[in-house]
């Protein structure tokens, strides 16, 4: 049976999934209408050969990827890299080989990175491809022959059994007790029942029945090619990092070369020699720009998809990590995700009982509690027995010790068969004591299925299920309990059944049918579901419902997992998806969306992060997706964005490090003439501070643990520059700071007669280790937690030290030695900033608590 729909409607999802069908019937009435030469004996293998060279291969065609060359320039076009190549450029010019290196390899590595990204994305489509049946049961030459599904041409006859992957759009000629799974294309929750003259679409799975069919359409032309056309159609948005990267690497070009440009004026201007301050100029270019961050970015998402993959969450696109961090939306459809996707039945009422049922799965044992009523009528075992006659599921016990029971055919009807397992009847002596002998298969039309069995006890034994206002009579008070199960989202059915000593002619049967009750079936809610999405919303982001199913479902559903009715879209096809996601995104959004089954692959490539099932989806959902969660469980959703707001707050910390450090150089590089300091810091010098500062602490600080109550904040704001919130203001403040306090010690050492390039130059590098660890992360005050932070630091401030006490590096550098007093008083001096943004740190978290 494939299932009445809800009491004074149609089944769940029938509307949803009628704009994809429209369109398919008009195109598939239009060739059908053409003469195809189409005989029961099926087409012969010449004709398919024409039809074939005609109308090509049965497979969706993949568009042309674009080349390696143009892969590469994409990359490379990039602002922030722009800005690195333009340093390289300066390195060479300087013909300091070992800063070419470098940042050729940042470039290298970020450039194959990325096109290794592009590559996997365009998989989507030939998954696609693959998708199809691999062979399809045809009738060539008057014989049916098994046939790779590739072949298949319009106008073959095609026959389906249960089990059978549709191999392309097929107008039915013939159908017995045929249902389709379509969920994979239109998001139906339940099997729908096809007749002869309804269109079967390929990609949909056979669930009950058999079938015969023309096919109309194959390829690009059929259903499954539309979708494919609208996946290769999407081409993948910039993430938010991407997005506030490149203006970040706008703006640094910009202000490097104008600082730059500053500083070589003024060097000219008071009197220094032109080719030295060309050197110095360039050389504070390399300073100020900070190359490393490529490299940190793209480490800490390698980071972040390692540690997500061992919580069941795997990375397809590594910009996906951060991405989820800036997640303000998140849209989950219902079936699978939010429920369990197996139906059960949970209810079963009688004219004066009301039970509820429960157990696990498709398992037949469970538990039974009287609700209302006697304790346990007798009209209840007659029920389980009805569900078990009309009935053509069968349920299939585990393989292994601990499995789950398993079924065959009709989700919904399997359902029934354990629920009547559960109230005591089991299936298979039933129906051997009951044999059947004639049926009424379920049909749209009459929304119900009767089924005649030889009754022991002698004459038959006529049963029947289906829509409640077709079964049971006007005015029965079952009806509006079956009104009321309808609205709390319940899909129910009503039974009869009736003795007959002669087996009466089909036409009566329906007439002779005795009400005995209704059974009431759900797809329940996953544990913890409530819990976990006033999770998102305590974190700022909104969830919402994007399912094919029926509105009345879907509500019912939303109100149990806490989801306001206007957050529920029902009744979505892969086109309305897409323009829910791109209205959302317009709004300013930044959107997730979850899916699994083709349906799903257009609007998981078109929202800014799509995330697919890994045990339950498709190949295509998950192909179409940058995030895979390999258990299934909304949950995952939640780690992945606590891991990309971690990625976030690394790469903003890293900033607030590099680019205070920077703006340090350049500020005592203008600041220093003015104070009597000719050349505050030789070129040498300044790459010398930058490799140290930007090399292993810059790395370490992209890897932090993330800060304590992560997911209490809200997302961020998704204009908000990679500088805003303040962030800009306190590299200000830090940079400032630090120049301050090197220019101090460059003065002092002048006015006393010491090396004071030298202390300047040890106090500009100390006072900026001193920041990284400053703006370290803060977990839950374990230093184990910062161990690769502290290593990187230390083993940068001993290469610092050795700056001015290997005779080596003081030639190399221009350095000069330094007593142990003036060693001590630069420590002292470079730790001040770091004390400071500390404190400061402190006072900023303690504020909200004096005021709650």
Known sequence: MGGAGPAGGSGPGEQGRSALLADVARRNDERVQRPLDTRLEGLSTVEARRRQASCGRNEVTPPRPPGLVRRVAGQLSDPLIIVLLAAMAVT?????????????LVIALNTTVGVIQQVRADHAVAALRQLAAPTARVVRDGRLSQ????????????????????????????????????????????????????????GTVVVAGTAQGEVTATGPASALGRIAALVAGQPRRRTPLQ??????????????????????????????????????????????????LPAVVTIALALGAYRMARRAAI?????????????????????????????????????????????????????????????????????????????????????????????????????????????????????????RVAEIGFDTATRRMITAHDDPDGGYLLVGKGAPEVLLPPGDPLLDRADRLTRGGYRVLA??????????????????????????????????MPELLDRFHRAGIEVVMVTGDHPATARAVARQVGIADDAVHARSVPEAKMDLIAGWQAAGQIVAMTGDGVNDA???????????????????????????????????????????RRIYANIRRFLRYALSGGLAEILVMLAGPALGLAVPLLPAQILWVNMLTHGLPGVALGAEPPDRDLLDAPPRPPGEAILGAGLGWRVGLTGTLIALLSLAAGGWGAATGRPWQTLLFLVLGFAQLG??????????????????LYAAVASSAILQLAAVTVPALRELLGTSPVSGIELVGCLLLGAVPGLALTVAGRLRRARPARAG
């Open 92 to 104: 060479v010019l300087l013909a300091d080989t070992t800063d070419t290196i470098v940042i050729g």
């Open 147 to 202: 046939l790779p599904a590739a072949e298949v041409v319009p106008g073959d006859v095609v026959r389906l059994a249960g089990g059978d992957i549709v191999p392309a759009d097929l107008r039915l000629d013939r159908a017995d007790r045929f249902s389709l799974d379509e969920a994979a294309l239109t998001g139906e929750s339940v099997p729908v029942p096809h007749e002869a003259g309804d269109d079967a679409l390929a």
């Open 243 to 292: 997005r506030r990267l490149v203006g970040l690497g706008r703006a640094l070009g910009i202000a490097c070369v104008a600082l730059s440009v500053v500083v070589l004026a003024v060097g000219v201007l008071r009197g220094q020699p032109w080719a030295e301050m060309v050197l110095v100029a360039v050389s504070l270019t390399v300073a100020a720009v900070p190359e490393s």
């Open 315 to 435: 990375v397809r696109q590594l910009p996906a990590v951060e991405t989820l961090g800036s997640v303000t939306l998140l849209a989950t459809d219902k079936t699978g995700t939010l429920t369990t996707g197996t139906m059960t039945c949970d209810r079963v009422v009688l004219p004066d009982t009301v039970v509820a049922v429960s157990g696990n799965g498709y398992a037949p044992t469970g538990t039974v509690s009287v609700l209302h009523g006697a304790s346990r009528p007798a009209q209840l075992d007659r029920l389980a027995r009805d569900l078990v006659l009309c009935n053509d599921a069968e349920l299939r016990p585990p393989e292994a010790a601990g499995g789950d029971w398993g079924a065959v055919g009709d989700p919904m009807e399997a359902a029934l068969a354990a629920a009547a397992g559960r109230l005591g009847v089991a299936v298979e002596p039933v129906r051997d004591r009951f044999r």
């Open 495 to 528: 039974v009869g059944d009736a003795h007959c000593d002669t087996l009466p002619g089909e036409d009566r049967w329906p007439g002779l049918l005795a009400p005995r009750g209704l059974v009431a079936l759900t797809d329940p809610i996953r544990p913890g």
């Open 602 to 644: 257009p609007a998981l490539r078109r929202a800014d992060i799509g995330v697919a099932m890994g045990r339950g989806g498709t190949e295509v959902a998950r192909q179409a997706a940058d995030l895979v969660l390999a258990d299934d469980e909304l949950a995952t959703v939640g780690v992945a964005v606590e891991e990309g």
């Open 771 to 788: 920041v990284a660890l400053a703006v370290r992360a803060r977990p839950s005050g374990r230093d184990e937690d910062h161990r690769a």
